[in-house]
Structure formats: structure tokens, C-alpha cells
């Protein structure tokens, strides 16, 4: 006996099954809505609905991530480690955050979850601006200070925002941060970010000639600093003239630094806009013992020769009166002073 579909087009058996197969394509169709498929998560686009005139509109383009740098942490060399790992994690948690992380109140939280008084996030001033997303990246952490039981770290940032169309900007800020000794840890008791204010309506000649130079290495504030016109002339020819034989990575200038020398009452010379720091050399931190320290006292005996009446640094030169001095707070980086 022959089988009903052996050799026809369909029979009954051939309609059951066809009509089976039906009812799972249109099973299908309606998983993905209007016999549409669902976008996957990964396809970078929202699935939106089709219009009266049946077409669909384009895909929403997925707004482009912000930078995540990895946390700066400190090296094996520091005099005291946990003083810039406390500073510069609580300059994390009050200038990144992820969306719809912003306010006073997410940022106390941030701040008691780091086990530190929660009222420092009212101090956040630059560091926290009314945008729903940020994140930031330490460039460097240097001492403003240490002694045996206080310290300043200034903590040199470079943060990314999100505008409220999606755009990201740019800036930075350098942070003087306030600590004492305390157990099981040092504690923050307060915070300075710095303030360049606007640039300047005609600064001085020299500033374009530094920021164009690739050989010098600013960051955010650093470079704020310079179009403000408020950094003499002395620091951005000794710049330029430390360029020729060096690639120089400056930390600071002008603003986000202890107004006095640390410790002391006598007054600093970079918030008069008298010197800079250097952390790096030729691409060699000045903190990482592995650095050649003939390359560090070469770099200080040159910043001399450029002008600079006090060069501080983790090498110790002999020379006349106190040109050349070193102690802790400068084992991280080269400061290099100006009278005018």
C-alpha cells in the first residue's frame, strides 16, 4: 500500500504538518514583537517601533564610554605609601562616578564607604561638577608635604564628563590633600582643589611657545595655570631652555599647592607663580628608584644653570649655600624655584 504523501504533492499528513510549522514560525514572529527581532544587547542600538508609514527609524546610535583608567596606585620606593593611596582614593570616589551618580549626597556615600568623615565631599568644588557621569585619572601623586605626623599630597587629575546631550569633555584639576596619622590607617582632614581662573586676555609670549612644545608634559591645571598669565616669565624660559636635552613631565605650577612651605609659615613660590615641579625625565619617574640618579642630578645641576635659585630634588649636590637641597617631601619629584 502506497503512504498518502509517498510521491503526491501533500496529502493529510503533508496539511498537519505544514499547518504545524505555521503555528511555530508565527510562535517566532511575535518573541520579537511585530514579527520584528529583538536587537541583542551587544548590538549597540535600540530596537524602536515602526511608524505609521510602516518604516522603521534608524537605530539610536549608544553613546561612546568614558575613559577608565586604572586607579594610580604607589610604588614599592615611597616614603610613606598609604598617605597617597588615602588621598588619591578619596579623590576617586569624589571625581568619578557612574551614570545618574551624581550629587552631594551619592558623594558622602562614596566618601563613608572609604571610612572618611563624609562632609569632605562638600570640598569637592571642580572635582564634582552637575553632570550625570565622570571618570578621572590620576596622573601623578606627589608630596606637598610629610612630616612625622601630617602630610600634603597633591594629587594631579585629568577627568572626562558627560554633557546632558551625551558629548564628553575634558579637564582637570590638581588637589591638595590634607592628612594626619591615625589607626589602622591615616585620615583625610581636608582638601584644596585648585583654581587657575580664566585665561588671560594677553599672556605673555612664552606661554604659547611652552604649550605648543612636545617636550613638555602638562597636566590640566598645570597648563590652566599658564593661560591664567599669572606664572612669571623666569619658569616658562626655564622650561623651554630644560627641554632642549630632556622630555620634562611637569606635576605643578601655579595652583593646587600648599600656600606655605609645608610645616612652616614661610611662603611657597608656586602659588606666586615661581616654580614647577617635575615628576618625570625622559619618560623615568623621578620616585622609581630604577631611574638613573645621573640623570636626576644632571636635570637638577641643569635646572640651576636655567635660573632657578632652589632646586630640590632626591639627590643630594653639593653646592654653594642652599641652592641644592633634599629631603622626603621632594624624593618624588624635582621643584625648581625662582626669586622673579
Avoid at 60 to 75: C, D, I, K, M
Avoid at 264 to 276: I, L, V
Wanted: hydrophobic residues 40%; contains cysteine.
Amino acid at each position: 500500500m502506497t503512504s498518502a504523501d509517498g510521491g503526491r504533492g501533500t496529502g493529510r499528513r503533508g496539511v498537519l504538518r505544514a499547518g504545524a510549522a505555521a503555528l511555530l514560525l508565527g510562535a517566532a514572529g511575535c518573541a520579537g514583537g511585530a514579527g520584528k527581532p529583538v536587537a541583542s544587547a551587544s548590538s549597540g542600538t535600540r530596537q524602536t517601533p515602526t511608524g505609521t508609514s510602516g518604516e522603521t527609524p534608524p537605530p539610536t546610535p549608544t553613546a561612546s564610554p568614558l575613559p577608565q583608567p586604572p586607579l594610580w596606585r604607589p610604588g614599592p620606593s615611597e616614603v610613606q605609601p598609604d598617605v597617597k593611596r588615602r588621598a588619591v582614593e578619596l579623590v576617586a570616589a569624589l571625581g568619578a562616578w557612574p551614570p545618574g551618580g551624581q550629587g552631594a549626597e551619592a558623594a558622602r556615600a562614596r566618601v563613608a564607604a572609604l571610612g572618611l568623615p563624609p562632609a569632605l565631599a562638600d570640598r569637592a568644588g571642580p572635582l564634582a561638577p552637575a553632570v550625570s557621569e565622570a571618570s578621572l585619572e590620576v596622573i601623578d601623586a606627589q608630596y606637598g608635604g610629610i612630616l612625622a605626623d601630617s602630610a600634603s599630597v597633591l594629587v594631579v587629575c585629568r577627568q572626562w564628563t558627560r554633557g546632558s546631550d551625551g558629548s564628553i569633555a575634558e579637564g582637570g584639576t590638581t588637589v591638595d590633600v590634607r592628612l594626619s596619622r591615625a589607626e589602622p590607617r591615616w585620615t583625610v582632614t581636608g582638601l584644596n582643589p585648585g583654581d587657575p581662573g580664566p585665561a588671560a586676555a594677553t599672556p605673555s609670549p612664552w606661554v604659547a611657545q611652552v604649550l605648543a612644545q612636545p617636550r613638555i608634559e602638562l597636566p590640566p591645571e598645570a597648563a590652566a595655570d599658564l593661560r591664567s598669565g599669572s606664572v612669571h616669565d623666569s619658569v616658562l624660559q626655564a622650561m623651554l631652555r630644560l627641554a632642549g636635552p630632556y622630555t620634562l613631565s611637569v606635576s605643578v605650577v601655579r595652583t593646587g599647592h600648599p600656600l606655605d612651605v609645608f610645616g612652616t609659615t614661610r611662603p611657597s613660590d608656586h602659588p606666586r607663580g615661581r616654580a614647577f615641579d617635575v615628576w618625570r625625565i625622559d619618560g623615568r619617574a623621578v620616585v622609581d628608584p630604577a631611574t638613573p640618579r645621573p640623570l636626576v642630578e644632571s636635570f637638577m645641576r641643569d635646572a640651576a644653570a636655567a635660573g632657578s635659585y632652589n632646586v630640590g630634588g632626591p639627590v643630594a649636590i653639593p653646592g654653594v649655600g642652599n641652592q641644592f637641597f633634599t629631603d622626603d617631601t621632594h624624593h618624588d619629584h624635582v621643584h625648581i624655584g625662582f626669586t622673579a
